[in-house]
């Protein structure tokens, strides 16, 4: 527990000022840490002792977060189809030894990542870019916190055992009212829309989202026979361990964002 937190708060005092300033110190560190979730996630299916195919799949991640529009990165679909079909080619140059579902595992492994990594950086250049970060972490923290709490005292119904033993529904509830709850207070100090019932609206789906993101890294894990993703946060394992909720979220608050 001490080194767990000895890390919980280096890691604050390191990541939140970088979020603060903004621009390429920020995207940096962004760029960073998703190429080390994606390493992991290659890791666990042991896909990087293919070191072309690993090499391109970080190609593709970065191509994927980079924000500005070039020859290269306006259309991100003919990007993904690009590395799809050198993946492929590369199949058929190594005689199926890196097979079809390795190259499929791989393009869908730097979606995952990048996707999410992607919109957090998208939200972090809105007008309004640092209320609506701070507003999805605070949900994600109050819906773990209240999952956790809410589980441990009246938790008697299970979530998804075979996915993750220890999380039960009434903590899954638990943690959506914590959030809406928190998301109610920070809304009074920093509105996040003039509208309070499609902030709560938003905080519910954001809660789910943020839950679902946890299980499928778990479900990944799982899958895997691994315990956790990494072991370069001492105490709390890998950059996914941390971020898989995050990878959820911040997609689905650009959607939410867009459709509104």
């Given amino acids: 527990m001490k ?30 840490i998703a190429t080390v979730g994606l390493i992991e996630l ?30 290269f990165f306006s259309k991100r679909l003919e990007l993904i189809m ?8 590369y199949t058929v140059l190594v005689k199926n030894k890196f097979t079809f579902e390795d190259a499929g595992f791989l393009i869908l492994s730097s979606i995952y990542v990048g996707l999410g990594f992607y919109y957090f950086m998208e939200t972090r250049e809105l007008e309004s870019g640092l209320i609506y970060i701070f507003y999805a ?19 008697k119904h299970k979530l998804w055992p075979e996915i993750s033993p220890n999380k039960t529904i009434e903590g899954a509830l638990g943690g959506i009212l914590v959030a809406c709850v928190v998301a109610v207070i920070y809304q009074f100090f920093y509105p996040v829309h003039e509208s309070l019932f499609l ?62």
């Fill in 3 to 32: 080194i767990r937190t000895i890390t919980a708060i280096l890691s604050i005092l390191i990541f939140f000022p970088i979020v603060f300033i903004g621009d390429w110190p920020f995207k940096i560190i962004m760029y960073i």
């Fill in 42 to 71: 290659l890791h666990m299916r042991k896909t990087t002792s293919y070191p072309i195919p690993t090499i391109l799949t970080i190609f593709l991640l970065w191509g994927l977060l980079y924000q500005e529009d070039s020859i």
């Fill in 82 to 89: 690009f590395f799809v079909l050198l993946l492929l080619a």
């Fill in 137 to 155: 972490i605070l949900i994600i923290l109050a819906t773990d916190t209240g999952a956790y709490f809410f589980g441990r005292a009246i938790g």
């Fill in 199 to 260: 902030v709560i609206v938003v905080t519910i789906l954001a809660s789910i989202a943020g839950q679902i993101g946890d299980l499928v890294e778990s479900a990944i894990k799982r899958h895997y026979d691994v315990k956790d993703s990494g072991k370069i946060l001492p105490g709390h394992g890998g950059i996914l361990d941390r971020f898989d909720s995050w990878l959820f979220v911040f997609p689905l608050l650009h959607f939410i964002q867009f459709i509104s």
